[in-house]
């Protein structure tokens, strides 16, 4: 008797999902020495943001963010960097990642797991909290984008090329709609003509890539019923046309969402940097 496959634990499956195991490691690692650190830290004497324990995690946070915001530095120097061998890009992408997950922790063990007094530093903490949170977020997006339109999807799509795809696509239906009886030509024109005008972005997409596109082209098998054999042909290529620009607004959303994430996120970390290095002048200058 053949023995059961166990299933693979939790932290399997973690170290499954993940680009570099050994970067989780460390960083699960670091993060326990942090903490531990803390507690210790915490029963010798009060942490606060302007004593030796509260400056040490701050500084140290500071790097961190500083190294993490280096990875933007490296993507546009691409070919500098391998001239100079500054190492491959994904090293600098998983320290952009831990590093700068492990900077968040670190703030909030300079300022005693304390809220901010002050405007400078509210700030700072709202910045910090939030790009990380959206690192991680982008780096969810990344995966999930590609994997559910791989998935789901018959065609692949250069965002940049969306606005002449569509244009293609009008233009073969206006053609083919010509040679159409009346029932096709009327269906096309209360149901796809405005759908097949532009780009049509819809939030169902990010639900369920699927299903939002079968249940519109249903409409399609009501007219078939009714129509002989040569406007079944017709009606058939003009069902692909209008599912072929379905993918694409399908596309157009998802991409859009992962283009969104980086104008938000890219921005208010360079914002934060900035931040960083007035809140250290301030603290050394003071």
Same mark, same amino acid.
């Given at each position: 008797?053949?023995? /059961?496959?166990?299933?693979?634990?939790?932290?399997?499956?973690?170290?499954?999902?993940?680009?570099?195991?050994? %970067?989780?490691?460390?960083?699960? $690692?670091?993060?326990?020495?942090?903490?531990?650190?803390?507690?210790?830290?915490?029963?010798?004497?009060?942490?606060?943001?302007?004593?030796?324990?509260?400056?040490?995690?701050?500084?140290?946070?500071?790097? &961190?963010?500083?190294?993490?915001?280096?990875? +933007?530095?490296?993507?546009?120097?691409? /070919?500098?960097?391998?001239?100079?061998?500054?190492? #491959?890009?994904?090293?600098?992408?998983?320290?952009?990642?831990?590093?700068?997950?492990?900077?968040?922790?670190?703030?909030?063990?300079?300022?005693? !797991?304390?809220?901010?007094?002050?405007?400078?530093?509210? %700030?700072? %903490?709202?910045?910090?909290?939030?790009?990380?949170?959206?690192?991680?977020?982008?780096? &969810?997006?990344?995966? %999930?984008?590609? #994997?559910?339109?791989?998935?789901?999807?018959?065609?692949?799509?250069?965002?940049?090329?969306?606005?002449?795809?569509?244009?293609?696509?009008?233009?073969?239906?206006?053609?083919?709609?010509?040679?159409? +009886?009346?029932?096709?030509?009327? !269906?096309?024109?209360?149901?796809?003509?405005?759908?097949?005008?532009?780009?049509?972005?819809?939030? $169902?997409?990010?639900?369920? $890539?699927?299903?939002?596109?079968?249940?519109?082209?249903?409409?399609?098998?009501?007219?078939?019923?009714?129509?002989?054999?040569?406007? #079944?042909? #017709?009606?058939?290529?003009?069902?692909?046309?209008?599912?072929?620009?379905?993918?694409?607004?399908?596309?157009?959303?998802?991409?859009?969402?992962?283009?969104?994430?980086?104008?938000?996120?890219?921005?208010?970390?360079?914002?934060?940097? $900035?931040?960083?290095?007035?809140?250290?002048?301030?603290?050394?200058?003071?």
């Amino acid at each position: 008797m053949a023995a /059961k496959k166990s299933k693979p634990t939790l932290w399997a499956r973690i170290e499954k999902s993940v680009e570099s195991p050994r %970067w989780l490691w460390t960083f699960v $690692i670091a993060t326990a020495v942090c903490l531990l650190a803390y507690l210790l830290n915490a029963v010798i004497a009060e942490i606060q943001p302007y004593n030796w324990w509260g400056l040490t995690y701050g500084t140290l946070a500071s790097l &961190l963010m500083g190294g993490a915001g280096l990875y +933007a530095v490296r993507r546009r120097m691409t /070919k500098t960097a391998l001239q100079r061998r500054f190492g #491959k890009a994904q090293p600098w992408l998983q320290f952009h990642l831990y590093g700068g997950t492990l900077a968040l922790l670190l703030t909030f063990m300079h300022s005693g !797991f304390k809220l901010p007094t002050g405007v400078l530093t509210w %700030w700072l %903490w709202i910045l910090t909290i939030y790009v990380t949170l959206s690192g991680i977020l982008g780096v &969810l997006l990344q995966k %999930w984008i590609p #994997k559910i339109l791989a998935s789901g999807l018959a065609m692949e799509v250069v965002y940049e090329r969306i606005p002449e795809l569509i244009d293609e696509i009008r233009g073969k239906c206006d053609k083919l709609i010509q040679t159409c +009886a009346d029932p096709v030509k009327d !269906f096309y024109r209360k149901n796809l003509a405005i759908a097949l005008a532009t780009v049509q972005p819809r939030w $169902i997409y990010c639900v369920d $890539i699927t299903g939002g596109i079968q249940s519109r082209v249903k409409q399609f098998d009501y007219l078939r019923r009714f129509l002989p054999a040569d406007e #079944k042909d #017709k009606l058939d290529r003009l069902e692909t046309y209008y599912r072929t620009k379905l993918e694409i607004d399908a596309h157009y959303t998802l991409q859009t969402a992962l283009r969104w994430w980086m104008y938000t996120h890219v921005p208010l970390s360079l914002v934060l940097l $900035i931040l960083i290095v007035f809140h250290l002048f301030a603290v050394l200058y003071y």
